[in-house]
T-cell receptor, first 107, second 112 residues
Framework: GIQVEQSPPDLILQEGANSTLRCNFS?????LQWFHQNPWGQLINLFY???GTKQNGRLSATTVATERYSLLYISSSQTTDSGVYFC?????????FGPGTRLSVLP | KAGVTQTPRYLIKTRGQQVTLSCSPI?????VSWYQQTPGQGLQFLFE???????NKGNFPGRFSGRQFSNSRSEMNVSTLELGDSALYLC???????????FGDGTRLSIL
């Protein structure tokens, strides 16, 4: 099956800092999504991005499908950005999640 | 447009019991998928239903089952509960399989 890796596993930032989260996958995928899981367990859609670049406010994402990776950029981080960030890929009929990056933004 | 609704939000059961969780997808969405999230295993795919048919199944024992109704609402059942079944169970819906998934708030199941 496919392997989905995320780095770094943990990240601590001061409010206002920028960060880049990475998602690597071991095979071609049909699509890719980024999610933010807040401290209450809610999974929030950030991006549906099988390829290319998208931006939404302070967040942007880039997927290079041919090289099997995706990047999530967070600029001017806020304490409300804290939580776990997951990438997930559609591989055949399966939807496979990475292990996540735990982000803590300190005031 | 209402989001994905999961009920109940919290549930406490004892070993050996069975449980049924419910998921109402976003209106117009025909695909419903279920996931289990535990600290040790992360987020794992359970199964996906599309138009009342199970389209795909993850690597879980037969104690985990589900169904989908004609209005796309889905239920997940776990029989003979074990301590290891304690988890957050998440449901997601999409218009069809290969489109963005939208998640509900989950059901947190605790087994005593």
């Amino acid at each position: 099956g496919i392997q989905v890796e995320q780095s770094p596993p943990d990240l601590i930032l001061q409010e206002g800092a920028n960060s880049t989260l990475r998602c690597n996958f071991s095979d071609s995928v049909n699509n890719l999504q980024w999610f933010h899981q807040n401290p209450w367990g809610q999974l929030i859609n950030l991006f549906y991005i099988p390829s290319g670049t998208k931006q939404n406010g302070r967040l942007s994402a880039t997927t290079v499908a041919t090289e099997r990776y995706s990047l999530l950029y967070i600029s001017s981080s806020q304490t409300t950005d804290s939580g776990v960030y997951f990438c997930a890929v559609r591989y055949g009929q399966n939807f496979v999640f990475g292990p996540g990056t735990r982000l803590s933004v300190l005031p | 447009k209402a989001g994905v609704t999961q009920t109940p939000r919290y549930l406490i059961k004892t070993r050996g019991q069975q449980v049924t969780l419910s998921c109402s997808p976003i209106s117009g969405h025909r695909s419903v998928s279920w996931y289990q999230q535990t600290p040790g295993q992360g987020l794992q795919f359970l199964f996906e239903y599309f138009s009342e048919t199970q389209r795909n199944k993850g690597n879980f024992p037969g104690r985990f089952s589900g169904r989908q109704f004609s209005n796309s609402r889905s239920e997940m059942n776990v029989s003979t509960l074990e301590l290891g079944d304690s988890a957050l169970y998440l449901c997601a819906s999409s218009p069809a399989g290969d489109q963005p998934q939208h998640f509900g708030d989950g059901t947190r199941l605790s087994i005593l």
